[in-house]
Structures are given as C-alpha cells and as structure tokens.
Antibody, heavy 120, light 107 residues
Framework: EVQLVESGGGLIQPGGSLRLSCAAS????????MSWVRQAPGKGLEWVSA???????QYGESVKGRFTVSSDSSRNTLYLQMNSLRAEDTAVYYC??????????????WGQGTMVTVSS | DIQMTQSPSTLSASVGDRVNITCRAS??????LAWYQQKPGKAPKLLIY???SLQRGVPSRFSGSGSGTEFTLTISSLQPDDSATYYC?????????FGGGAKVEIK
C-alpha cells in the first residue's frame, strides 16, 4: 500500500528545534518529488519545502534559513529539521508526494499529519 | 510569489445542486493548477490536477476548467459527502501557493 506516516511533532519552546520524519511505503522517496505542507490551526494550507532526488531543494520564504529538508534512501524516509522555532510555526505538518516528476507538484499522496506547537 | 484567490469563501447548497468554486491567480499559470478536498481533521485529498484532469478514484461529479488566471471547480450534483473545504493550488512556480479555501456546507 502506498502511504506516508509522519512522526516527531510535539510541544517545543520558542527558539527550540525539532525534527519531523515521514516514512514512506509502497514507493521510493528518492525517486519522487516530496514536500512538506503545513496548516496552522483553523487556517489554510502553506507549502513549506520540496526535495527531489536528495539534491534539488526549495523552501518557502517564511522558513528559509531555519528549516532543512533531507531524505534517507536506506530508511525511505523524508525529514524536516526545524530550528529557531517561532509561535507562528505552530501547525499540523503534512508530508506529501507529487504525482509526477515531469508535470509538477500536484500532491496525490499525503500523510496523516503531525502537530507542532511552539509555546512557552 | 503567485497569489491564489478563491471565491466564495463559504457557500451553502442543497443536495443535488450544481456548485461552482472559482480560483484566480495573480499571474498566468497556464494549466498548472490542482484542486483538493479537505474534511475536518483529515489530510487534503487530490481531486483535479492540471486544471481539468480527474484524479483516479474521484467521482465524476467533480470537474475542473480554466487556464491562465481563472479556474473553476464544479460539483455537478452536490452530495452529503461533499461537505468539506476545497483548496486550489498553483504549481507553475516556486513558492507553491494555495488559495484560502472554500467551505461547502449542505443545507
């Protein structure tokens, strides 16, 4: 079965760090475009970062310089290292797969999401 | 960044009604547009990609149209299970951006 399972969320103080994981099954992370998308409580969707084949990486402006996306092919897992966390980073974080490597980023597979709360 | 504007933000319609949701892009995105359905507490679900292509397994009452800067998601005959929030997303260029959402309620 093709699926994504996120983990690693929790309560963290402002300025702290957290690493999210997204374990994939049924397909290979490294062969697909993978993204992180977040949703603040009661708000809309915000794209955070994308990675392809370990080297092609993009970030949204609000997280550039603070977040780092990576993947581990041996574990078939996507990661999001989040540093210098702020209250406005509080959100459910989803990982998602783009349906095509040639036709752009429409996300056909999503994880269930993991909640990150940044608060003192 | 390309701004995506959806309208209406909420709508209430009866079972069997035809429903249209509009999405406007701040610049030409060709057909690089997707539509998602999201129910409370759940991840979004892809309905339409490339503006008008129906994702496998999605009921045929959902359709998408448009190109350039103006797009429409149509539900031809609203069903109780369609109560949800719908988002458009452009993938013409980074940063990928979503519309603010359109909440569909059943009367």
């Amino acid at each position: 079965e093709v699926q994504l399972v996120e983990s690693g969320g929790g309560l963290i103080q402002p300025g702290g760090s957290l690493r999210l994981s997204c374990a994939a099954s049924g397909f290979t992370v490294r062969s697909n475009y993978m993204s992180w998308v977040r949703q603040a409580p009661g708000k809309g969707l915000e794209w955070v970062s994308a990675i392809y084949s370990g080297g092609n990486i993009q970030y949204g402006e609000s997280v550039k310089g603070r977040f780092t996306v990576s993947s581990d092919s041996s574990r078939n897992t996507l990661y999001l290292q989040m540093n210098s966390l702020r209250a406005e980073d509080t959100a459910v974080y989803y990982c998602a797969r783009s349906r095509s490597t040639t036709e752009g980023h429409a996300f056909d597979i999503w994880g269930q999401g993991t909640m990150v709360t940044v608060s003192s | 960044d390309i701004q995506m504007t959806q309208s209406p933000s909420t709508l209430s319609a009866s079972v069997g009604d035809r429903v249209n949701i509009t999405c406007r892009a701040s610049q030409d995105i060709s057909s690089w547009l997707a539509w998602y359905q999201q129910k409370p507490g759940k991840a979004p679900k892809l309905l339409i990609y490339k503006a008008s292509s129906l994702q496998r397994g999605v009921p045929s009452r959902f359709s998408g149209s448009g190109s350039g800067t103006e797009f429409t998601l149509t539900i031809s005959s609203l069903q109780p299970d369609d109560s949800a929030t719908y988002y458009c997303q452009q993938y013409k260029s980074y940063a990928l951006t979503f519309g603010g959402g359109a909440k569909v309620e059943i009367k």
